[in-house]
């Protein structure tokens, strides 16, 4: 069976940061690219960065570039997404997303929720 587990996520003050987690279990995590999306209240869910299965050629989404890191660490099945500078538009539930682009599978996790606030 296959999980994808969030953490990290919080409270934090505008201009602070945070570190998100996501282990997975139940897949063969090199094959996947994994991605972060995020949904914020009424809005549609947002792709926030993507890093393909060898690590390189992380993508962003304009609003995080220059804030934003994803890395992975494949020894470990788990992505990371360091987020700082946090401005409260920022907050929002933050889910990882694993893709294999060959099959098409794609697994998420249940999501963490970052909220930015003084």
């Known amino acids: 069976q296959v999980q994808l587990v969030e953490s990290g996520g919080g409270l934090v003050q505008p201009g602070g940061s945070l570190r998100l987690s996501c282990t997975a279990s139940?897949?063969?995590?090199?094959?996947?690219?994994m991605e972060w999306y995020r949904q914020a209240p009424v809005k549609e869910r947002e792709l926030v960065a993507t890093?393909?299965?060898?690590?390189?050629?992380?993508t962003y989404s304009d609003s995080v570039k220059g804030r934003f890191t994803i890395s992975r660490d494949n020894a470990k099945n788990t992505v990371y997404l360091q987020m700082n500078s946090l401005k409260p538009d920022d907050t929002a539930v933050y889910y990882c997303?694993?893709?294999?682009?060959?099959?098409?599978?794609?697994?998420w996790g249940q999501g963490t929720q970052v909220t930015v606030s003084s």
């Open positions: 997303n694993a893709v294999d682009r060959w099959t098409g599978d794609q697994f």
């Open positions: 139940g897949l063969t995590f090199i094959r996947y690219t």
């Open positions: 890093i393909l299965s060898a690590g390189g050629n992380p």
